[in-house]
């Protein structure tokens, strides 16, 4: 069973910076996509950031410029690079893997991630 383990967040000034690291086990890392979603209070979770096993990216474009991510496939290791944060990035994050072939998702526990002064 294909699991997800977040670690990383925390609490951080305005304009600061965080990395969200996800590790990976249970399956063949390189068949499946990874990304990262997150959900503020109140809200739907949302795409944050996605990486395909090729590499390709997308990101929303509310952190576009200012999220950067990366996975290792050597290590089963995703991580999303968090710059310039902002109030509004507040929220739990999630690390998502989606199997290429048969489309099953799976996620993480969740992160809290708190941008404040």
């Known amino acids: 069973q294909v699991q997800l383990v977040e670690s990383g967040g925390g609490l951080v000034q305005p304009g600061g910076s965080l990395r969200l690291h996800c590790a990976f086990s249970?399956?063949?890392?390189?068949?499946?996509?990874t990304g990262w979603y997150r959900q503020a209070p109140g809200k739907q979770r949302e795409l944050v950031a996605r990486?395909?096993?090729?590499?390709?990216?997308n990101y929303a474009d509310s952190v576009k410029g200012r999220f950067t991510i990366s996975r290792d496939n050597a290590k089963n290791t995703v991580d999303l690079q968090m710059n310039s944060l902002k109030p509004e990035d507040t929220a739990v994050y999630y690390c998502?893997?989606?199997?290429?072939?048969?489309?099953?998702?799976?996620w993480g526990q969740g992160i809290q991630v708190t941008v404040s002064s």
């Open positions: 998502n893997a989606v199997r290429v072939a048969t489309v099953t998702q799976y």
């Open positions: 990486i395909t096993v090729g590499g390709s990216t």
């Open positions: 249970g399956g063949i890392f390189s068949y499946y996509h």
